[in-house]
């Protein structure tokens, strides 16, 4: 669908390039499996080659509104940085609020994708093997302390909460690729057999990583995100004998472990479980919702983990209500030391969302929703056209889904893995509307009766 001249700039390209190229398109999701910022400069080196062939092309594809609108944003941010930084009497830096103009880049890494297109296959092929790898090395050098019921870091992470939505992402991900090459006739045998040998081990040590990573949001979030797996999943399976007993005996294995394990699956989230129930009840009957949450905190039978949360979340609202139409941008960091919980231990505020409203306010969550959204439309228009299968959209929305919960009680944006999860999803989003835009033109110039 992209044009031809641009299309053979992919095969154009030689082979170090080529393989060079393919190494960094395996590190840009590498906060997956090593927490450090491998992906940042692996992102960099991919744009500049986009944008050389890029530029060199004489016939190059348009940008349309939705790539103006990433670049927009992204310049908007650095330039209000700018400002803030320049007028302020301390110089406002904020706390990481460049990331948050990283969708100036979406639009070239989407032509960075489209260069790699043809070997995206392989790559997907040695992240999962690299994966397998980790997760068997680092879940065989902790399963005994596993055993005990002691919190865990899976993969190599800063800690356990990090990691725990690292292996979330990753058995996702694994899902739909097995189940790809499970039901698709046509597809290559040789990725075939490596998907069904190293994928069910995946899943597996997935989910031992998890739990043993302690991470209560996680597992709130794998608690959603499971069924629409299996509903999903069930549509993909046409359920036979064999089929049927393989899934029905995954289950009782999966209920079994959780059976198992329940007395340290309850001593681990039973008593956030119990002081949220309360401070609900709480907010309810009571006029003044403030004030459940003020109880909740000078509790002490709330968990250490939940009352420096909550203090963190009552300090983002008292920033986000004082500015909620466009934030505080990089002077929120100043304004946090006059909150009435400025004493607590973080500036991380341990919520995604109020991440972004108290810098940006309702202005900023509008555009960024909106960006996501029209990604999220242009996708699902790909598949629908046969440009990608179904595999990879259902990859990409169960992806955002699950951790779009994870944002709920920590500021996975802000991390590394939000950091590369938004680079690559975005990268292929751009890449599908990039696709679109000619369909819709040859589409346009066939004859009505057609």
């Not at 960094?24 to 944008?51: F, K, Q």
């Not at 994928?199 to 069924?227: H, Q, R």
């Not at 129930?277 to 709330?302: C, L, P």
């Not at 939940?306 to 909620?324: H, I, T």
Request: charged fraction near 10%; proline fraction near 4%; charge should be positive.
């Amino acid at each position: 669908m992209l044009d031809n001249s641009f299309r053979a700039s992919s095969a154009a390209m030689s082979l170090p390039l080529r393989l060079f190229g393919c190494l960094l398109w395996l590190l840009s999701p590498s906060a997956l499996l090593v927490e450090s910022d491998t992906y940042r400069y692996a992102s960099a080196i991919l744009a500049i080659i986009a944008l050389v062939y890029y530029m060199k092309e004489p016939s190059r594809p348009r940008t349309n509104w939705l790539g103006w609108l990433c670049m927009g944003w992204g310049a908007f941010v650095i330039l209000r940085f700018g400002y803030i930084y320049a007028t302020t009497e301390h110089h406002d830096y904020g706390g990481s609020d460049w990331l948050f103009a990283f969708p100036l880049f979406f639009p070239i890494l989407g032509i960075a994708f489209a260069l790699y297109e043809s070997q995206m296959e392989k790559i997907i092929a040695a992240f999962f093997v690299v994966a397998s790898i980790m997760l068997a090395v680092t879940v065989a050098l902790t399963i005994s302390t596993i055993t005990t019921g002691v919190a865990v870091i899976p993969l190599i992470m800063n800690n356990q909460i990090h990691g725990a939505v690292a292996c979330g992402l990753i058995f996702v991900s694994t899902t739909f690729w097995l189940l790809h090459y499970v039901t698709t006739p046509n597809a290559d045998p040789r990725f075939a057999r490596l998907a069904q040998v190293i994928a069910p081990i995946i899943l597996v040590l997935c989910l031992i990583a998890i739990y043993g990573a302690k991470s209560k949001g996680v597992w709130l979030a794998m608690a959603f995100t499971l069924p629409v797996i299996a509903v999903l999943g069930l549509r993909y399976i046409r359920i036979r004998a064999r089929s049927g007993l393989l899934i029905a005996c995954a289950a009782i294995l999966f209920v079994g472990g959780i059976y198992v394990v329940r007395h340290n699956l309850d001593k681990t989230a039973g008593p956030t479980v119990r002081a949220t129930a309360s401070m609900i009840v709480g907010i309810i009957g009571s006029s003044n919702s403030g004030d459940a949450v003020t109880q909740a905190i000078q509790s002490g039978e709330t968990p250490t983990a939940m009352d420096e949360r909550l203090q963190l979340w009552s300090n983002g609202w008292e920033l986000f209500s004082s500015a909620p139409v466009f934030g505080w941008g990089n002077e929120w960091l100043e304004r946090w030391q006059h909150t009435r919980y400025s004493h607590v231990a973080y500036t991380l505020l341990h919520n995604g969302y109020l991440e972004i409203l108290v810098r940006f306010g309702l202005f900023g969550a509008f555009v960024m929703a909106f960006i996501l959204a029209s990604f999220i439309v242009s996708v699902r228009k790909a598949y629908r056209q046969g440009l990608i299968p179904r595999a990879a959209m259902h990859t990409y929305l169960v992806c955002i889904f699950f951790f779009a919960l994870t944002l709920l009680s920590n500021s996975n944006n802000r991390l590394a893995i939000g950091e590369s999860l938004a680079l690559v999803t975005s990268a292929f989003a751009c890449w599908c509307n990039l696709r679109l835009r000619p369909a819709a033109a040859e589409a346009s110039h066939l004859p009505a009766a057609a």
